[in-house]
């Protein structure tokens, strides 16, 4: 059983385990893994997710101002042979930075309503963007934000909108189609800048005498799945890409350029169309370029647009791009198998040296009675270094449990995990992965702050983002994470 431990004071979830070994526990779709081509039915929702300003974001920020609303998007399937239900799913995309412990209270939520399909099979991911509401369980739970909205009260408002929306997404499932095609657009840079001395910095300075090089790869991949009601109408689209919404910044409140794609699609196939907005690995990944910064912004300016509104630019062109062609492929009769898994990946360990350098800068931090930001900085370092030592030495902390959707839905495999996971990792996976086109979701339904995953060169040049104080899993798990969704996909697609 997975259970849930306070550590620090930052929900932290772990299995007591007595060897580093991964462990899988299989729950499989109602018919195994089994492929059979089947009708498929298809129900969307959308809901707003925003309260009203002000309200607690990300940081220390309290929000006054709405740019654009904050939403909730919802695609239901459900797999039919005449009257036999073969499989389910829903998947949820939510305008929300990262979504810890928020998927366990949204279930316990819809058990209520009786939603009429297997909860969980119920998958939630958060498109990463800085912008939106505070949900994290964490210190920050402690803040009073004054006449702000609390991170503790916004969530029992999420879990309405949301429940309505997917209440909503399930009733009016129907018999409709699926196609699914590839396309491109330059939306996601790597923003690990690395040094002569082979130190590396998120988001350093590139006009550097020091500077060397960019340390990983890009992927400008853009997985499209369109979704068509009985009559071949676009009802709803999937989009994944290897880009998180951090497109904008500052006090306000914002879906980012996911906004500008939704509003952008549905002026030219209808307002009722449901867009998804998904993020494909991309823990080392910033839609924010690490050099030419005049040169795009210049060209932004010539546009008319700002950074945002580029970027959903160029989504929508990939769209456009992809959607025309496989409208001539559509899909009724497909299989649709969903195999949800709880994995137990090797936790990345403390080493003495952490722990030492840890404490020292807690001791420090404690005599400085910080507050604010730093004040999160002191609770991280003890609840997710010190006290993890500590649990280490206990033989407590050994693997780090998961949560794991892997679908075929025709020809595509759809993998999840909950963490921001180096690029690296989602290339060996598709690489791989048996099926033809592979959609990989990350930042979906963890239990508890699942953090970054980084590659060896990663931890060894260092830097925010490679460091253990936001690694729950290194790059030993991030293998491990990489061979079990192969397997999984593998599964699935037997010949």
């Avoid at 209520?112 to 963007?129: E, I, M, Q, V, Y």
């Avoid at 690395?194 to 006009?207: E, I, L, P, Q």
């Avoid at 180096?422 to 060996?428: E, H, I, K, R, T």
Wanted: negative net charge; glycine residues 8%; aromatic residues 8%.
């Amino acid at each position: 059983m997975i259970t849930i431990h306070s550590v620090g004071r930052l929900l932290v979830p772990y299995r007591l385990a007595t060897s580093g070994m991964v462990a899988l526990t299989f729950t499989l779709g109602a018919f195994g893994s089994t492929a059979t081509s089947a009708e498929l039915w298809i129900g969307t929702a959308s809901a707003d997710i925003t309260p009203e300003p002000p309200v607690a974001q990300e940081g220390v920020n309290v929000a006054t101002t709405i740019r654009n609303r904050c939403t909730a998007n919802v695609l239901a399937l459900e797999s039919r042979h005449a009257d036999q239900v073969l499989d389910q799913a829903v998947l949820v995309s939510c305008d929300l930075c990262i979504l810890p412990g928020v998927q366990e209270g949204f279930r316990e939520h819809l058990a209520g309503r009786r939603p009429g399909f297997d909860l969980n099979k119920l998958s939630l991911a958060a498109t990463h963007t800085h912008t939106s509401m505070m949900v994290l369980k964490s210190p920050y739970n402690d803040k009073d934000y004054g006449n702000a909205v609390q991170p503790k009260d916004y969530l029992p408002f999420l879990y309405q909108r949301m429940g309505d929306a997917v209440m909503n997404a399930w009733t009016n499932r129907a018999v409709g189609a699926v196609a699914w095609g590839l396309g491109h657009a330059v939306t996601g840079h790597n923003r690990r800048v690395v040094y002569s001395d082979g130190t590396a910095k998120m988001h350093g300075n590139t006009n550097d005498p020091k500077f060397s090089h960019i340390e990983g790869y890009e992927d400008h991949a853009v997985d499209v799945l369109c979704f068509y009601d009985a009559q071949r109408r676009l009802k709803a689209t999937a989009i994944t890409m290897a880009c998180t919404a951090q497109a904008m910044g500052g006090p306000v409140i914002s879906a980012d350029f996911w906004h500008d794609v939704r509003e952008s699609l549905r002026r030219r196939h209808g307002e009722d169309l449901c867009v998804l907005g998904f993020v494909a690995p991309a823990g080392d990944q910033t839609p924010r370029a690490q050099f030419r910064n005049d040169a795009e912004s210049r060209m932004e300016r010539l546009r008319g647009l700002d950074h945002a509104q580029e970027i959903g630019r160029r989504v929508v062109e990939a769209f456009e791009d992809v959607a025309p062609l496989i409208a001539k492929d559509i899909r009724t009769d497909v299989p649709l198998v969903h195999l949800v898994r709880q994995v137990d990946l090797p936790a990345r360990i403390v080493t003495p040296a952490e722990y030492e350098a840890a404490k020292k800068t807690c001791e420090e931090m404690d005599a400085k009675k910080v507050r604010g930001l730093n004040e999160w900085y002191w609770r991280g370092y003890q609840g997710l270094i010190v006290d993890r030592y500590l649990a280490q030495q206990k033989g407590e902390w050994k693997t780090f449990p998961i949560e794991m959707h892997v679908l075929r839905l025709g020809d595509v495999a759809i993998a999840t995990n909950p963490f921001e996971l180096f690029l690296d990792y989602g290339v060996q996976i598709q690489a791989r992965s048996a099926a033809p086109q592979t959609i990989l979701i990350e930042l979906a339904s963890p239990a508890g702050y699942a953090g970054y995953v980084p590659t060896p060169r990663a931890v060894q040049a260092g830097g925010y983002s490679a460091e253990v104080l936001v690694n729950m899993v290194g790059p030993e798990g991030g293998q491990a994470l990489v061979d079990r969704t192969v397997e999984a996909i593998s599964e699935l697609f037997k010949k």
